[in-house]
């Protein structure tokens, strides 16, 4: 069954008490530590790496030349945002970005994510976008930052998910 085409328009933020640096750096250099499962395109899953450069790779690590491309940077400005552009993990024909665009409030860091897609889009899918952004950056990446706990590639998620 082909899937018609629909768009997505998502926009999470979150208050995370910690500079833009460090914040930019657990997107950036740490991305494995707080994304995981079920939010990986597979369980072969070894590692997920983010290149912080102009025209750097977003992607699933498999094995040894194995793995998932979710998308390409597209723009960077350090410690302010980072947009990556492809499939963010998608399946079939789908193009889209996301953009996490970081704010300094006193002595914490307001995240805010946009996150747009058009192509062959279930509502199972959209709606599993707008909760798994919920809970990465709402519950994983914040208390990755803040409290050191780690959610990501080869670790335990938080209590009440499970991995697909």
């Known amino acids: 069954m ?3 085409v629909r768009s997505i328009d998502i926009t999470e ?3 995370i ?3 833009p640096n460090r ?3 657990a997107i950036t250099n740490k991305i494995a530590a707080w994304w995981g499962a079920p939010y990986l395109y597979t369980r072969l899953a070894k590692d997920l790496v983010l290149e912080p450069k102009l025209g750097g790779k977003f992607y699933e690590v498999w094995g040894i030349g194995q793995g998932r491309l979710w998308g390409t940077v597209t723009q960077i400005k350090k410690n302010e945002w980072i947009e990556i552009t492809g499939t963010i993990g998608m399946k079939g024909a789908v193009q889209g970005n996301i953009c996490f665009a ?3 409030k006193g002595h914490s860091t307001l995240l805010t994510l946009t996150h747009h897609a058009i192509g062959q889009i279930s509502e199972e899918t959209r709606s599993g976008y707008v909760l798994g952004w919920k809970d990465l950056l709402g519950t994983r990446l914040k208390s990755f930052i803040e409290a050191g706990k ?3 590639v080869g670790f335990d998620p938080p209590p009440g998910l499970h991995s697909n």
């Open 102 to 104: 970081l704010e300094a």
């Open 17 to 19: 008490k910690a500079t």
């Open 23 to 25: 914040v930019y750096n």
């Open 13 to 15: 933020q979150v208050m």
């Open 2 to 4: 082909v899937e018609e």
């Open 150 to 152: 780690k959610y990501g």
